[in-house]
């Protein structure tokens, strides 16, 4: 599954939900990290939102709920299994 991750430099909560989508092991994820802060119509889009999690569904992305800090990596699974692969 491919995943988009928009990010900015120095937000602990971007960088926590990144290091916690590393570690999922039951699911094969493609990671891609964006920096907002690297093109205006992200930054625009995204500067009171992040982490931003996407989807990403052929040509289009597809926002995921926004999951809480406090998820365990498991939990975080568990909710990506219930978005990604219902």
């Known amino acids: 599954m491919q995943l988009i991750l928009y990010s900015k430099p120095g937000c602990h909560l971007c960088e926590g939900l990144q290091e916690k989508l590393e570690q999922i092991q039951g699911l094969q994820i493609e990671l891609e990290v964006r920096d907002i802060t690297s093109r205006e119509d992200w ?6 939102e992040v982490p931003v999690l996407c989807q990403t569904i052929g040509d289009r992305e597809e926002a995921l709920p926004r999951p809480s800090p406090r998820l365990s990596v498991q939990q975080l699974e568990g909710m990506l299994r219930k978005y990604l692969l219902a």
């Open 43 to 48: 930054f625009q889009a995204y500067q009171y």
